[in-house]
C-alpha cells in the first residue's frame, strides 16, 4: 500500500474514530438510563405485565420497517461528499420530507386499525388501546432516523449523542406515569412522550444544519432529489426490511407459541444485549460513509477492512462471554428472582453476538461500495434458512427454540456473506488472529467459573465486580499472549483517537498498557 493510500486508511480511521467516540458516549449514557427505566418497569409490571408491553411495541414496530425506502442509506452514503457540489441541504430536504410523509400517513392508519393488527398479529385482541396509544411512535422514531443519519453523514455525530441522552433521560423522567398506578398504560404513553421530545431535539438539530447549508443550494425539486436517494438506498433498505419484516416475524411465532411470562423473560434477555450494542454500534454506524470513502479496487480497503474486522471483534467477543457466565448475577441484581427463565435465554442468545459482529463490518462493506444487491442476496440467503426453523423450532422448544434458529441462521449469513467478500473483493481475513480472540474470551470466561467455584458470595453486586475483574485482568493478560493484540494495533488505535477529545486519556491507558505488557514479556 503507497503512501496516499495509507493517508486514506488513516483519514477514514481518524474519522471511524471521531465519530465513534460522539455515539459512545451518548449511547451509553442514554443505555445507563434506560436500564434503570428498565428495571423500574420491568419490576413494575413482573413478568406477564411486561410480557404484554413488549408485545404492544411490536405493532409500531412493525409499521416502521415501512418508513425509509434506503433514503437513511442514501444520506449516510451521499452526504460525506455533498460539500463538494453543494447539494447537502438538497439531500437533507428530501430525505425528511419523505420520511415525514410516510411516517405521518402510517401512524395514522395504524391508530385506526391497531386493534386488528393486535389480533391478527399478536393474537391478543385485549391490548388493542395499548396498541393505539403506541402509533405516534412510528412518526417519532421514523424523523429520530433520518436525522440520525443526517447527522453521521455531515460527521455530526454530537448531535445523535445528544438525542439520545434526551430520550433516556425524558423516559426516565416520565416513569412516574409507572409509578403512580398507571401501570401498563404509563409504561407505553412515557416511552411515547420521551419519543416525542426527542423528536423536537433532532429536528432543531437538522434545522441547524440545514440553514447552514441552505445558502449554497440551488433550486430544490423533491422528485429530482429523492430519486438517486431511492435508487441507491433501496436496495439496502429492502435487505434491512426484510430483517426487520423477519424480527416481526419471530415476534409473532413467539405470541402465538409461548405465554406472556415467557416473552417477559425472553425480553430481559434482549435488554441485556445492550451492553454489548452500545460498544459494538457506535462502530458499526460511522463504518459504511467510511467504507463509502475507499476505493474498492485498491489496498487501502483491505486494509480498513482488516482493522475493522478485528478491532470489533475484539470488542464484542469478550464482552459477550462476560455477560454469558455473569447473566444469573445481572438478571438477579437488576430485575430480581420473578425473571427466574431470564439467566438462561442471556447465556445463550448473547454468545450469538459474539460473530454476528463479523457480518455487521461485512454489511458496511458492501453497502459502503454500493454493492447492495450482493447483499441483498446475503440477507435472502439466512430469511430461507430462518423461515421454516423459526418456525419449527420455536413451536417445539419455545423460546429455546427461536434462539437457536436466530444462531444458525447467523452462522449460515456469515458464512455466505465471507464467501461472496472473497470473490468480490479479495479479502483474506486472518483467521489465525481472531481465533485468539475468541480463545482469549473463552480462557477468561472459564477463570471466571472456576474463580466462582471458589469465592461465590450471596450478594450478586460483589459477585458481578469480582467476575467482572478477574475476567478483564485475565483477558488482557491473555490478547498479547495469543496474538490477538500486537504492538501494531496499539500503533493503530493511538493514530486512530489522535484527534479526538480522549486523546490524552486514551495515550495514558494505551502507554500503560504497552509498557505493561512489554515489562511481562507478552507482547509480540
Known amino acids: 500500500m503507497n503512501a496516499d493510500e495509507e493517508k486514506k ?4 480511521a481518524k474519522a471511524m474514530a471521531r465519530g465513534s467516540l460522539y455515539i459512545f458516549i451518548g449511547n451509553t449514557s442514554a443505555t445507563v438510563v434506560q436500564a434503570l427505566v428498565s428495571v423500574m418497569v420491568a419490576r413494575l409490571l413482573a413478568p406477564e405485565g411486561y410480557g404484554l408491553y413488549c408485545l404492544t411495541l411490536v405493532v409500531p414496530s412493525f409499521f416502521l420497517t415501512f418508513t425509509d425506502f434506503g433514503t437513511n442509506s442514501a444520506l449516510l452514503k451521499f452526504l460525506p461528499k455533498s460539500r463538494e457540489d453543494g447539494s447537502t441541504s438538497k439531500l437533507i430536504k428530501a430525505g425528511l420530507l419523505f420520511s415525514a410523509l410516510i411516517s405521518l400517513s402510517l401512524s395514522i392508519f395504524a391508530f385506526f386499525f391497531s386493534g386488528s393488527m393486535a389480533q391478527w398479529f399478536l393474537n391478543r385482541s385485549d391490548i388493542g388501546s395499548f396498541v393505539q396509544i403506541a402509533t405516534p411512535l412510528i412518526f417519532f422514531q421514523a424523523i429520530i432516523a433520518t436525522s440520525n443519519s443526517a447527522f453521521i453523514g455531515l460527521s455530526e455525530s454530537k448531535y445523535t449523542a445528544a438525542v439520545s441522552v434526551l ?74 426490511f426484510l430483517m426487520s419484516l423477519f424480527a416481526r416475524y419471530q415476534s409473532a411465532v413467539l405470541a402465538w407459541h409461548t405465554s406472556d411470562i415467557e416473552i417477559g423473560n425472553y425480553n430481559i434477555a434482549q435488554n441485556f444485549t445492550s451492553l454489548v450494542t452500545v460498544l459494538t454500534f457506535p462502530i458499526s454506524a460511522t463504518l459504511l460513509p467510511s467504507f463509502s470513502k475507499l476505493d474498492k479496487e485498491k489496498s487501502d480497503l483491505k486494509k480498513f477492512y482488516d482493522y475493522s474486522v478485528k478491532y470489533t471483534l ?30 438462561a435465554y442471556l447465556t445463550i442468545f448473547i454468545l450469538t453476538f459474539s460473530y454476528s459482529a463479523f457480518t455487521i463490518v ?27 426453523l423459526t418456525f419449527i423450532l420455536t413451536s417445539h422448544l419455545r423460546v429455546f427454540g427461536l434462539i437457536a434458529s436466530s444462531a444458525i441462521s447467523d452462522l449460515v449469513l456469515l458464512v455466505y456473506a465471507y464467501q461472496k467478500a472473497r470473490i468480490k473483493y479479495d479479502i483474506r481475513t486472518n483467521v489465525k488472529g481472531l481465533l485468539t480472540i475468541f480463545l482469549a474470551s473463552i ?5 471466571v467459573l472456576l474463580f466462582r467455584m471458589e469465592f461465590s458470595v450471596n450478594s450478586s453486586l460483589v459477585n458481578l465486580l469480582l467476575n467482572g475483574t478477574v475476567f478483564l485482568v485475565f483477558f488482557l493478560i491473555l490478547s498479547p499472549l495469543l496474538g490477538a493484540i500486537e504492538r501494531e494495533d496499539i500503533s493503530n488505535l493511538r493514530v486512530m483517537f489522535q484527534e479526538t477529545h480522549l486523546a490524552s486519556l486514551v495515550e495514558k491507558v494505551l502507554y500503560l498498557y504497552e509498557h505493561l505488557t512489554i515489562s511481562l514479556r507478552i507482547l509480540k
Open 314 to 343: 475484539l470488542i464484542a467477543v469478550p464482552a459477550s462471554f462476560l455477560v454469558a457466565v455473569t447473566s444469573r448475577d445481572l438478571v438477579q441484581l437488576f430485575y430480581g428472582p420473578k425473571y427466574s427463565m431470564a439467566p
Open 9 to 12: 486508511v488513516t483519514k477514514a
Open 362 to 388: 461485512l454489511g458496511n462493506l458492501f453497502n459502503g461500495t454500493g454493492e447492495v444487491n450482493v447483499y441483498f442476496k446475503v440477507i435472502l440467503a439466512k430469511l430461507i434458512t430462518s423461515l421454516p
Open 443 to 447: 480462557l477468561s470466561a472459564s477463570a
Open 167 to 240: 430520550q433516556a433521560v425524558a423516559r426516565f423522567a416520565f416513569v412516574f406515569l409507572v409509578v403512580s398506578g398507571f401501570g401498563l398504560f404509563g409504561a407505553i404513553l412515557s416511552n411515547a412522550l420521551s419519543y416525542f421530545l426527542a423528536c423536537v431535539m433532532a429536528l432543531l438539530f437538522l434545522m441547524k444544519l440545514y440553514k447552514t447549508h441552505s445558502r449554497i443550494a440551488k433550486n430544490f425539486h423533491f422528485t429530482k432529489s429523492l430519486a438517486p436517494m431511492l435508487s441507491y438506498g433501496f436496495p439496502i433498505y429492502s435487505s434491512a
